[in-house]
């Protein structure tokens, strides 16, 4: 008896185009990353992001950098941002979709150019804040005091000497 195989269609992906499964696996992996569970969700944001490419050559890493970008695209018109820094944006934005929960809108989210008010002003609010960058200082010199009671003697003595500093 002969076996046919065929090829395996991603079920994340509603294209009438043939998948591969670990570009699925990859498109589902970022995508419920953000809060999406349901699989009709799962397979509108991989069409959604594979749209306008031949998605049987597309490789994972591929992929996923289609979808990074097309939501970056989306966070930076919606959360009026420029381009921070290498996936700065995509990082903030996820944690502000994340905290405001805008999974429970579907994935009519990301595909329709209108987003609901109130998922705008949730996200819009929820974005953190940047930490500041990081800048060397120079760390104080602090004194070992070996005799506390000479120390205090010493001040005792100069607490009449106006503008007496205590560093060396």
Same mark, same amino acid.
């Given at each position: 008896?002969?076996?046919?195989?065929?090829?395996?269609?991603?079920?994340?992906?509603?294209?009438?185009?043939?998948?591969?499964?670990?570009?699925?696996?990859?498109?589902?992996?970022?995508?419920?990353?953000?809060?999406?569970?349901?699989?009709?969700?799962?397979?509108?944001?991989?069409?959604?992001?594979?749209?306008?490419?031949? !998605?049987?050559? +597309?490789?994972?890493? *591929?992929? /996923? &950098?289609? =979808?990074?970008?097309?939501?970056?695209?989306? $966070?930076?018109?919606?959360?009026?941002?420029?381009?921070?820094?290498?996936?700065?944006?995509?990082?903030?934005?996820?944690?502000?979709?994340?905290?405001?929960?805008?999974?429970?809108?579907?994935?009519?989210?990301?595909?329709?150019?209108?987003?609901?008010?109130?998922?705008?002003?949730?996200?819009?609010? !929820?974005?953190? +804040?940047?930490?500041? *960058?990081? /800048? &060397?200082? =120079?760390?104080?010199?602090?004194?070992?005091? $070996?005799?506390?009671?000479?120390?205090?003697?010493?001040?005792?003595?100069?607490?009449?000497?106006?503008?007496?500093?205590?560093?060396?």
């Amino acid at each position: 008896m002969d076996s046919v195989t065929t090829p395996n269609t991603c079920p994340s992906v509603t294209t009438t185009e043939w998948v591969r499964p670990e570009t699925c696996v990859a498109l589902d992996a970022f995508f419920q990353g953000f809060g999406f569970e349901a699989a009709e969700d799962l397979a509108a944001l991989a069409a959604w992001a594979l749209e306008g490419v031949t !998605a049987s050559n +597309v490789k994972p890493q *591929a992929a /996923v &950098a289609l =979808a990074r970008a097309r939501v970056e695209t989306w $966070l930076t018109r919606e959360l009026d941002m420029d381009v921070v820094g290498e996936g700065r944006l995509l990082t903030r934005g996820r944690a502000a979709f994340v905290l405001c929960d805008g999974a429970r809108f579907g994935a009519t989210v990301f595909t329709r150019d209108a987003v609901p008010h109130e998922l705008s002003r949730a996200l819009s609010a !929820a974005v953190p +804040v940047p930490t500041p *960058a990081q /800048v &060397a200082t =120079a760390m104080p010199e602090q004194q070992l005091v $070996l005799w506390p009671l000479g120390e205090r003697l010493r001040r005792w003595l100069r607490a009449g000497q106006p503008d007496m500093s205590v560093s060396r």
